[in-house]
């Protein structure tokens, strides 16, 4: 059984390969760029060549493949990017695939990400492909972003306000895409994936405080310092712009209630937000 992995070497679809890889399954990799490729994944995964606005390459890379894994970043056009891949998967007679969407997922949606992941849902159940979504919450990995100003200021800067987040590792994602893969009786259901409790940035200023061995300071940014500091980091217009509606939800709750999904599905608690700031805890030092 191949399983063709979209977004091979992304935050998700790393771990996703590393884990059916880890099961003994035949992976095959797409990916726009080899040297990437080559660094980041395992060479026991199979490289193969492809980009989701070219459906010729879909079509090639999905040859003798019966599962994939589907997860792509946001971008204007990841409606697109993605009913080609679920076009291409139903006429390959792909026997299942898993999608990775977004806890708030829903057509009509104020932010773009989850309008789009929205409305991808719908394409995928009217396409006839048996599948599974899977809606996490935000990544812990999402903290990364600021670790540089962490370590060069000791303070976290954010618009969160007080908002409670159920952040949850890309590993325990992936852990539960490997299940819902390999094992039966998932098709045709929606799993909300939440690590174990939610946190404030006040608590992960702490928990940093704690890993990093000095003080930590939270402080809160307006929304529009934050589109700056954004934009001048080199992030574009449209994502800055969504991020900042993404934190208006946080603030009002939008991803504060937990799941108990990847204990169910995979036997074991999910990752603490701590946990990932003591396995990344070197890139917030200074």
């Keep these: 059984m191949t399983t063709l ?54 079509r090639a890379a999905l040859d003798g493949v019966e599962r994939v894994l589907l997860c792509t970043p946001n971008h204007p056009q990841q409606v697109e990017h993605e009913t080609n891949v679920i076009d291409a998967a139903a006429r390959a007679g792909v026997r ?30 009217r396409s006839g492909v048996p599948a599974v979504v899977l809606r996490p919450s935000s990544y812990t990995s999402n903290l990364l972003a600021a670790a540089d100003a962490v370590a060069r200021t000791g303070t976290l800067f954010a618009p969160a306000g007080g908002a409670k987040v159920t952040l949850i590792d890309p590993r325990d994602v992936a852990a539960v895409a490997a299940v819902v893969l390999t094992e039966g009786g998932h098709e045709g259901r929606t799993y909300t994936l939440t690590g174990p409790e939610a946190v404030t940035h006040h608590q992960v200023a702490q928990e940093l405080s704690a890993v990093t061995g000095r003080e930590v300071e939270y402080v809160d940014v307006p929304d529009e310092a934050a589109r700056a500091e954004m934009v001048r980091a080199g992030v574009p217009d449209w994502t800055a712009d969504q991020l900042v509606i993404l934190w208006g939800e946080l603030r009002r709750g939008a991803m504060a209630t937990t799941t108990d999904v990847v204990r169910v599905l995979t036997g074991r608690e999910p990752r603490t937000t701590l946990r990932f700031l003591r396995d990344h805890a070197a890139a917030f030092r200074p």
Excluded at 29 to 40: K, L, N
Excluded at 103 to 120: E, M, N, T, V, Y
């Design 5 to 58: 992995v979209i977004g091979a070497t992304g935050t998700v679809g790393s771990h996703v390969v590393d884990e059916l890889l880890g099961r003994g399954l035949a992976v095959r990799a797409f990916v726009r760029d080899r040297a990437r490729a080559a660094a980041v994944l395992d060479r026991r995964a199979e490289p193969v060549d492809g980009d989701v606005t070219d459906p010729a390459s879909i």
């Design 96 to 125: 299942r695939l898993v999608k990775i969407g977004a806890c708030g997922a829903q057509i009509g949606s104020p932010l773009a990400f989850w309008d789009a992941h929205g409305r991808i849902e719908a394409h995928l159940r």
